[in-house]
């Protein structure tokens, strides 16, 4: 069972409000992904860090959205100022190099 | 880029007939990684399967799955289905020329298991 923890697991903001949620990867797992799970059940790829260093991340998550993940605290993503268009589950992963990714239970943002 | 097809979005099986679920992919890189996923009504997604290895089957929990890079498939199959197998599975590829790169998820297909 996988043991990476997110948190908080619901998330309610105005249109226009910042939206942070935290995850703590799997102890000694490097690598960490953020996905975001619309509600098509699609998933698409955000962001994702090599210890503190980011290796990939998509263009929108270069305008509105930023991720950290810093040394002995919880990697965190943040959207600056939510849109309606936001609203999905977002799922944090964690692996070791190269491996299987293991995921959290997610964060369900929902933007009034 | 990566693309990873699941061509059936709902299957309907009743108990303890076989089924399998399909998924092919496309992708340009040698490294690659390919996985099933299962997620279960308001849980996270759980690795159901894993494989890089051509024309290996791997087996888990009564699933099995054999990717065949000549057909570019990595199909799901269970010769008996389960009540509790009744979920959301994707298909996935990870493919990357550093071997940490971002999983490339199917549409997803939600199987359902009658009585």
């Known amino acids: 069972n996988s043991k990476v923890i997110q948190t908080p697991r619901y998330l309610v903001k105005g249109q226009g409000q910042k939206a942070k949620m935290r995850c703590i990867p799997e102890?000694?797992?490097?690598?960490v992904f953020w996905y975001q799970q619309n509600k098509n059940n699609e998933f698409k790829f955000l962001i994702n860090?090599?210890?503190?260093?980011?290796?990939?991340q998509i263009d929108m998550t270069e305008k509105r959205f930023s991720a950290e993940c810093p040394s002995n605290s919880p990697c965190s993503l943040e959207i600056q100022s939510s849109e309606a268009g936001d609203s999905a589950l977002y799922l944090c992963?964690?692996?070791?190099?190269?491996?299987?990714?293991?995921f959290g239970p997610g964060t369900r943002l929902l933007v009034l | 880029g990566d693309s990873v097809t699941q061509t059936e979005g709902l299957v309907t099986v009743t108990e303890g007939l076989p089924v399998k679920l399909n998924c092919t992919y496309q992708?340009?890189?040698?490294?690659?990684?390919f996985f099933w996923y299962v997620q279960y009504l308001n849980e996270a997604p759980q690795v159901l399967l894993r494989s890089s290895t051509d024309n290996k089957r791997t087996e888990h929990q009564g699933f099995h799955a054999t990717l065949h890079k000549s057909s570019s498939s990595f199909h799901l199959q269970k010769s008996s289905a389960q009540l509790s197998d009744s979920a959301l599975y994707y298909c996935?590829?990870?493919?990357?020329?550093?071997?940490?790169?971002?999983?490339?998820f199917g549409d997803g297909t939600v199987l359902t298991v009658k009585p």
């Open positions: 996935a590829l990870s493919a990357s020329n550093t071997n940490t790169g971002k999983l490339t």
């Open positions: 992708t340009t890189y040698l490294t690659i990684a």
């Open positions: 102890k000694g797992h490097p690598v």
């Open positions: 992963a964690s692996s070791l190099w190269g491996d299987t990714q293991y």
């Open positions: 860090f090599q210890n503190q260093e980011v290796l990939q």
